[in-house]
């Protein structure tokens, strides 16, 4: 029924004017969430999310889920981890993290479990994000992952009603339906019925995991029975984004399938960045016209000093690994890891060209997380290059805007060196100060903004830029001599120049 017009006209010039709702303050998170309204809501059939380890992964999958009107319990056996969540606080360095830990724990959409038992009390579709980190051989380490499922298993064995358990670590294609399953089924003596086991890989990238996570371009669900489709899709129901449904090991294929043709795409333009040098040309431009064919896309065809990352090198490894246990030979792959390898090699040659005498020389390093928006340095090639300075006889500073203790728990406890080796700089400044060459490495939008102030602290003001952060005019404004991965000096014929004078010195 209508209301009659008088009252819903209430505000005559006698009554009081309200005052206009006010627009709540657009923050970082509406922006990674691209301005939609995801809360609706909650479903009444889905009790919490339960996400077991809380990593990287782990972490920006829940946030995700408690964004998306899927309240999540989080539990990690790190007990120091446990505290810092519970305390609200993030343990890593990732855009709008603490902002969404700080608002999704007050609203009580994420919160974190004393114990696995109470995680699976309180959830029944439990997200594992547990680590596979690199084993022998090249193949992955399922170790944490089983003794977590077995743990998991007893749990779920002392608690009644449904329980979906979905994989979201990266495991080899196979490993859930030969291993995880069987696991599960033999520690609960559960049927699909009272027990569903799923895959969903994640395509987050650390910089941007968060954005990544709530505005995903696909959720790829590996299913294999009726019920655990249908729970996992309504889980994910809230998320603007196609589901493609698979089974599990076609779902763990796609993201190592995935990650194969993005490591490819890497290396494949550094070996174009290789040929821009010598022919005088900046790869970044044959790059964007290159990728302006829609075909191959200007997407990860940025050349540097090669893919570090937790997950590049190893998950390609380990697919190279598992296709030889079928029979096949997954080329594209070992073209990736060999060229990724050669990159570094083509790095040392740039230093040398750069400044052929290390020895008593001193060398910054700028940027030493394996890429600029995060804190991680797992395969960081900052740490090879470091390394390699000191044994030609360099002092080595380094300057990273949050990555430094990281870094430096990464240099000891990974055996690259001791800690005294080499020297922590807390600003650019401090790195550069007396400094013969500095390398930037991760390209930190801090180090786009060179100011003279740095090239002047230098003793010599020479960069060799491995990301083609400062452009060339910018180089020569604030008096810096430039050496850029991918860039050859124009040649004013058009013979390729020869080995020994390649390699994009700019004056
Ligand atoms: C990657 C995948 O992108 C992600 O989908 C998957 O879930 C995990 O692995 P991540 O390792 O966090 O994510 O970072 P990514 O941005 O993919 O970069 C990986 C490495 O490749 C970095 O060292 C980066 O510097 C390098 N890279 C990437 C390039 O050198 N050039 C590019 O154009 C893109």
């Not at 855009?95 to 038992?117: I, K, N, W, Y």
């Not at 740039?350 to 060398?363: C, D, N, Q, S, Y």
């Not at 300075?389 to 430094?404: F, K, Q, S």
């Not at 490495?441 to 003001?461: C, E, I, L």
Request: include cysteine; hydrophobic fraction near 40%.
């Amino acid at each position: 029924m209508t209301a009659p017009l008088r009252t819903i006209t209430p505000w005559t010039s006698r009554g009081p004017v309200p005052s206009r709702p006010r627009r709540p303050r657009s923050t970082r998170i509406d922006s990674i969430e691209g301005g939609s309204d995801p809360r609706p809501m909650p479903s009444p059939s889905v009790r919490r999310v339960g996400i077991v380890g809380a990593g990287y992964m782990g972490l920006a999958t829940a946030l995700a889920f408690a964004r998306r009107r899927r309240p999540v319990v989080v539990y990690d056996s790190n007990a120091r981890l446990r505290r810092t969540l519970s305390s609200g606080r993030s343990p890593i360095h990732e855009v709008g993290v603490r902002e969404l830990l700080r608002r999704e724990t007050s609203s009580g959409a994420f919160r974190v479990a004393g114990t696995l038992g109470e995680l699976v009390e309180s959830a029944d579709v439990i997200v594992l994000c547990l680590p596979t980190p690199r084993g022998a051989g090249g193949r992955i380490d399922l170790g944490p992952m089983l003794r977590g499922v077995r743990e998991l298993a007893r749990e779920i064995a002392a608690t009644h009603g449904y329980r979906l358990v979905v994989v979201k670590s990266t495991v080899v294609p196979g490993t859930t339906v030969e291993r995880i399953e069987p696991a599960l089924r033999a520690a609960t003596r559960r049927s699909p019925r009272e027990l569903g086991v799923a895959v969903n890989p994640e395509f987050l990238a650390e910089g941007s995991m968060l954005a990544d996570a709530l505005r995903p371009e696909r959720i790829v669900l590996g299913v294999s029975d009726p019920k655990a489709a249908r729970t996992l899709r309504h889980v994910y129901a809230t998320f603007p984004a196609p589901v493609h449904e698979l089974s599990p090991s076609g779902a763990e294929l796609v993201k190592y399938a995935s990650n194969a043709f993005l490591a490819a795409k890497v290396s494949f333009a550094n070996e174009v960045a290789r040929l821009s040098e010598r022919l005088g040309e900046n790869v970044d431009r044959v790059a964007r016209a290159v990728g302006a064919d829609s075909r191959i896309g200007r997407k990860f065809l940025r050349a540097g000093p090669g893919f570090g990352g937790s997950c590049f090198d190893k998950d390609v490894r380990a697919l190279v690994g598992r296709s030889r246990e079928l029979g096949e030979r997954f080329r594209t792959g070992e073209f990736a890891l060999s060229v990724n390898e050669d990159q570094l090699r083509h790095v040392a040659r740039l230093v040398r060209r750069a400044l052929p005498t290390l020895e008593g020389k001193t060398v910054a390093l700028l940027g030493v997380s394996f890429k600029a928006g995060t804190d991680d340095v797992r395969e960081s090639r900052a740490l090879p290059i470091a390394r390699d300075l000191l044994r030609a006889g360099a002092r080595v500073r380094l300057h990273d805007p949050v990555a430094l203790a990281r870094f430096a728990e990464e240099w000891t406890g990974g055996g690259w060196g001791s800690k005294d080796e080499v020297e922590f700089c807390a600003t650019p400044a401090g790195a550069l100060r007396g400094a013969d060459l500095a390398i930037l490495h991760a390209d930190w939008p801090a180090y786009r903004a060179w100011p003279a102030a740095w090239s002047r602290a230098m003793r010599q003001p020479l960069l060799l830029d491995l990301r083609r952060a400062i452009p060339p005019a910018r180089a020569s404004k604030v008096g810096l001599r430039l050496v850029a991965l991918g860039v050859g000096v124009p040649t004013s014929g058009r013979r390729p120049r020869s080995r020994s004078s390649a390699g994009g010195r700019r004056a």
